[in-house]
């Protein structure tokens, strides 16, 4: 079982570059988040959604975008990279929002 | 403002021996708490969960306690084994708010 799925696992960029990165779960779950995690601060949440076609924002939406276009997928994206968004992305799922959350491995993004 | 505190940024404990990890929360509308594991390299996993309505949960080597009038939980590992040794986050979740996580306590069991 696959589970939840990021892609890349790692990344470089330089300040003012774009990217985006994927998210993918195979458990048919309605829920799905995006979390930051930075040393010294517990895991924070930037966007999730309750279900396809949706998103709402978390604790620290700024400088991201978020899109559900289907069920499996919630995609993160940085317009306009800058350091401080230099972290550790983790994506997550839940059946439901009171239900234990499925992580994935993270993704290691560098902002030079 | 931190809701949910892990005061001890690690704890080192013997093979065989208990391990007590402590969580206290600030917000009273915080009606479950979950416990995940993180090793290295890897995302959370969950652990352990307990509602408010309950004071106690058990699994295994695994037992959660609730002081909801203190706003503390502790999670108790017995016998503690080697492959525990991991990073625990504490985290909780109520009302409107969604899950909210502390920073996290290493924990390394000694063979």
């Known amino acids: 079982n696959a589970g939840v799925t990021q892609t890349p696992k790692f990344r470089v960029l330089k300040t003012g570059q774009s990217m985006t990165l994927l998210c993918a779960q195979d458990m048919n779950h309605e829920y799905m988040y995006w979390y930051r995690q930075d040393p010294g601060m517990g895991l924070r949440l930037i966007h999730y959604s309750v279900g396809e076609g949706t998103t709402a924002k978390g604790e620290v939406p700024d400088g991201y975008n978020v899109s559900r276009l289907k069920k499996q997928n919630f995609l993160l994206g940085l317009e306009s990279a800058a350091p401080s968004q230099t972290s550790v992305y983790f994506c997550a799922s839940s059946a439901q929002g009171s239900e234990p959350q499925h992580f994935g491995d993270g993704t290691r993004l560098s902002i030079l | 403002d931190q809701q949910v505190k892990q005061n001890s940024p690690s704890l080192s404990v013997q093979e065989g021996r208990i391990s007590i990890l402590n969580c206290d929360y600030t917000n009273s509308m915080f009606d479950y708490f979950l416990w995940y594991k993180k090793y290295p390299a890897e995302g959370p996993t969950f652990l352990i969960s307990i509602s408010s309505i309950k004071d106690k949960n058990e699994d295994g080597r695994f037992t959660v306690f609730l002081n909801k009038s203190a706003k503390h939980l502790s999670l108790h590992i017995v016998p503690s084994q080697p492959g525990d040794s991991a990073v625990y986050l504490c985290?909780?979740?109520?009302?409107?708010?969604?899950?909210?996580f502390g920073k996290g306590m290493k924990l390394t069991v000694n063979p």
């Open positions: 985290s909780g979740q109520g009302g409107s708010e969604k899950l909210v």
